[in-house]
């Protein structure tokens, strides 16, 4: 049962548009929850997180948005650049396990 | 933010023999460590966790007995592929956790090649 679901397996946007990766959750015990950034053969980089006692947090460009009582994560990026290009994984925590999305490929178009 | 390396990056074996692949978190003490593997467009398949001192826990479908891990110390976990075959292989990535950190850190991943 995946409890953790990034329904879009890709997106494409153009460079300097804003980029919003989508991510649903389903056990409403999570409290905590992660984006992480992986490029092909290496393993996923930590991009920012957000308690379940937040709805915002900010970091550059990046913003993570939690609305709980919808059980949705989003990841907005602005602007997109061409380096932003890769694969975008949701992580959900509670205690110390970590359930992940199945990942969304973002191509950003110079 | 908290650094986990892997060595080797990259390693090719012969089937039957055996491989083994470190995982360090190397600024940070890691209670807790996972052992991940990715095949090619794939998301990642979590193989097991382990805690410091005691044994790991496989996910449903990982044979324990293939897949040896061992978390000795707080900054060193080991997963051993024995008797590889050429379907073991696949790119392998640890993270770890700690007890002052609500984040799971990864390491840069271990290709590994079974001819």
């Known amino acids: 049962d995946q409890q953790v679901k990034q329904n879009s397996p890709s997106l494409s946007v153009q460079e300097g548009r804003i980029s919003i990766l989508n991510c649903d959750y389903t056990?409403?015990?999570?409290?905590?929850f992660l984006w992480y950034k992986k490029y092909p053969a290496e393993g996923p980089t930590f991009l920012i997180s957000i308690s379940s006692i937040k709805d915002k947090n900010e970091d550059g460009r990046f913003t993570v948005f939690l609305n709980k009582s919808a059980k949705h994560l989003s990841l907005h990026i602005v602007p997109s650049q061409p380096g932003d290009s890769a694969v975008y994984f949701c992580a959900s925590k509670i205690g110390n396990q970590f359930y992940f999305g199945t990942g969304t490929s973002l191509t950003v178009i110079p | 933010g908290a650094v986990v390396s892997q060595h080797p990056s990259w390693v090719i074996c012969k089937s039957g023999t055996s491989v083994k692949i470190e995982c360090r978190s190397l600024d940070f003490q890691a209670t807790t460590m996972f052992w991940y593997r990715q095949f090619p467009k794939q998301s990642l398949m979590l193989m097991a966790t382990s805690n410091e001192g005691s044994k790991a826990t496989y996910e449903q479908g990982v044979e324990k007995d293939k897949f040896l891990i061992n978390h000795a110390s707080l900054t060193l976990s080991t997963l051993t592929v024995t008797s590889a075959h050429p379907e073991d292989s696949s790119f392998y990535i640890c993270?770890?956790?700690?007890?002052?950190?609500?984040?799971?850190?990864f390491g840069p991943g271990t290709r590994l090649t079974v001819l």
């Open positions: 993270s770890a956790t700690g007890t002052l950190t609500d984040t799971q850190y």
């Open positions: 056990n409403s015990m999570f409290d905590y």
